[in-house]
Every structure is written in C-alpha cells, then in structure tokens.
C-alpha cells in the first residue's frame, strides 16, 4: 500500500482489521461519489474505499481494449490493497464496456452502472427521450440493446457531452453558478428543441451538474439518473454478504495521480468522506 505519506500508510493498513462487508467503488474521477455517498448515508457503519482513476481519465474517449485492460488493473489494484468484498463500478462507460471482463476474471460480485434508459421510457408521454453520455457510451452496442430492449417505441436522441466531463472533473470546484449553467447550455438547449420530455444521465460525472440541467430544461423535462436503483441494489448486496461486527465507520477517496490543486479535497469535504492522496496501481 502506498499513502501520500507513512501516516496514511499506518492508517490504511488498519483499514484490513475492520468490520466487513467491505465496498469499493471504481470510477475514472468523480462521477461515483454521489453513488457511494447515497450507499454511505444509508449504511454508515461499514468500510468504503473510493477510487479516482485520474491517471486513466477519461475513459469515454478510450477504445474498449483500453478500457478493460486499465479498468481490470485498477481493480487488482483495490484487492490487493483493501480485499473488497463487493465492488461498485461507478461509470457508465467502464460498466457497459468491462463488466463481463471483470466478472470473469475475478471472483468477486460487481454492480455497475448503466444508463436510466428503462426508468425514462417507462415515465415519457411524449415517448421522446434525451440520453447524454460520453462519445463511448452514446454509440456502444450496449446503449443499442438497452433502448431496443426498453424502449423500443420511444425516439432516442442522444448528445455526446465528453467536453461536460472533462468540465465537472477539472473545473467544477472553481465554478460559479454561471458558469455551471453555461457548461450543461448547449446539450440543454439541444433537448429543448428536440422536444423530449425526459432526459438520461447516461455519465454519472453530469450528476454532478443535476440542479443546472433541471434549471434550464424546466419543469416539463424530467431529469433521470440511476443513484437511488443502484444504491438500493448494493444495499441488497451487502446485506447477502452479512453485516459482521461493525468496528468501525471509514469512506476513504484516493486518486492514482496526484491531485494538483485541492478540487478533490473538496469533493471529499462536500460528500463527507477523507481524502487519502495517491494510491499506487500499475
């Protein structure tokens, strides 16, 4: 284990004496804190280790063979380190493109995320809907068999929001209120005038952005995301594990590049985790 210094070592080596079930949550940078934030709230007790990909941000412009070749080290990253019980695989992209490689290669249970696709067809009266998501995710064969499968008899119009990411990890924290509404602008005024009445969040970086995209679609555009199914699904899954002796109450984030300014010090401080600095994966 490598800590940003021999404190955080000795603190991270006692995280392996802790209550279990024990959760970790994989993600390119900060789209899977409002998810483990939701499990944490629900479920305090318990020992959750969140990892920023930083150094492999982002993953929505990568190839496939990119993607699970580096989301398949980040995870033999966490097992070697914190031997999760259950991993959480917070990106829309990792999990449509590297969630049956993980599940063959490791013998552990994995959630992943997945665009509200279901959800948003089920509530549309106008069967119009908008999905947003990274250049990877809108075109994947995954994204065709989701809306084939779930709403087949609704027009799908997508938005490729790549650069929307890359604002929510590096610039958010700087932000303004205006500058937050000016960044989710174009895609919103792309959905307005194609007349949908739902939009998916098909990244969960744009989670983030929720409040700024429901501001100016309006009250008639439903606004969908997959926290509250996900969260519930992983709060089944630690349940099927057992509670155990609950010991202690840790949510540690790292990152696997340092972080420059202090943008994920503050995302730790807004979702009530620790930030622990760099955790070293090959």
């Given at each position: 284990?490598?800590?940003?210094?021999s404190?955080?070592?000795?603190?991270d080596?006692?995280?392996?004496?802790?209550?279990?079930?024990?959760?970790?949550?994989?993600?390119?940078?900060?789209?899977?804190?409002?998810?483990?934030?939701?499990?944490?709230?629900?479920?305090?007790?318990?020992v959750?280790?969140?990892?920023?990909?930083?150094?492999?941000?982002?993953?929505?412009?990568?190839?496939?063979?990119?993607?699970?070749?580096?989301?398949?080290?980040?995870?033999?990253?966490?097992?070697?380190?914190?031997?999760?019980?259950?991993?959480?695989?917070?990106?829309?992209?990792?999990?449509?493109?590297?969630?049956?490689?993980?599940?063959?290669?490791f013998?552990?249970?994995?959630?992943?995320?997945v665009?509200?696709?279901?959800?948003?067809?089920q509530?549309s009266?106008?069967?119009?809907?908008?999905?947003?998501?990274?250049?990877?995710?809108?075109?994947?064969?995954?994204?065709?068999?989701?809306i084939?499968?779930?709403?087949?008899?609704?027009?799908?119009?997508?938005?490729?929001?790549?650069?929307?990411?890359?604002?929510?990890?590096?610039?958010?924290?700087?932000?303004?209120?205006?500058?937050?509404?000016?960044?989710?602008?174009?895609?919103?005024?792309?959905?307005?005038?194609?007349?949908?009445?739902?939009?998916?969040?098909?990244?969960?970086?744009?989670?983030?952005?929720?409040?700024?995209?429901?501001?100016?679609?309006?009250?008639e555009?439903?606004?969908?995301?997959?926290?509250?199914?996900?969260?519930?699904?992983?709060?089944?899954?630690?349940?099927?594990?057992?509670?155990?002796?609950?010991?202690?109450?840790?949510?540690?984030?790292?990152?696997?590049?340092?972080?420059?300014?202090?943008?994920?010090?503050?995302?730790?401080?807004?979702y009530?985790?620790?930030?622990?600095?760099?955790?070293?994966?090959?």
């Amino acid at each position: 284990m490598h800590g940003t210094n021999s404190t955080s070592f000795s603190a991270d080596s006692a995280l392996l004496s802790l209550s279990r079930p024990r959760l970790a949550v994989l993600d390119s940078g900060v789209g899977g804190l409002p998810y483990i934030h939701w499990i944490f709230r629900a479920r305090p007790a318990g020992v959750y280790i969140y990892l920023a990909d930083t150094a492999g941000f982002p993953y929505g412009s990568k190839t496939e063979e990119s993607i699970i070749d580096m989301v398949i080290r980040r995870v033999g990253c966490l097992v070697q380190n914190f031997d999760p019980d259950i991993f959480l695989i917070a990106c829309n992209t990792a999990s449509v493109v590297a969630l049956a490689a993980l599940r063959e290669r490791f013998s552990k249970p994995f959630v992943g995320v997945v665009p509200a696709v279901k959800p948003a067809a089920q509530q549309s009266a106008a069967r119009r809907i908008g999905l947003i998501a990274t250049s990877e995710t809108v075109v994947s064969s995954y994204t065709e068999n989701l809306i084939s499968t779930f709403a087949a008899d609704c027009d799908v119009v997508r938005f490729a929001g790549q650069d929307l990411v890359d604002f929510v990890e590096n610039d958010l924290t700087r932000a303004d209120e205006s500058d937050r509404l000016e960044a989710v602008r174009p895609a919103c005024d792309f959905f307005r005038n194609a007349g949908v009445d739902n939009l998916v969040l098909g990244c969960t970086h744009y989670l983030h952005l929720q409040k700024e995209f429901q501001a100016l679609l309006g009250p008639e555009v439903r606004v969908v995301d997959s926290v509250d199914g996900v969260g519930r699904q992983v709060l089944l899954r630690l349940e099927d594990l057992g509670q155990g002796e609950q010991s202690g109450k840790v949510f540690n984030i790292y990152t696997t590049s340092p972080d420059e300014g202090s943008s994920y010090q503050d995302f730790a401080a807004l979702y009530g985790g620790d930030y622990r600095g760099v955790l070293s994966c090959s």
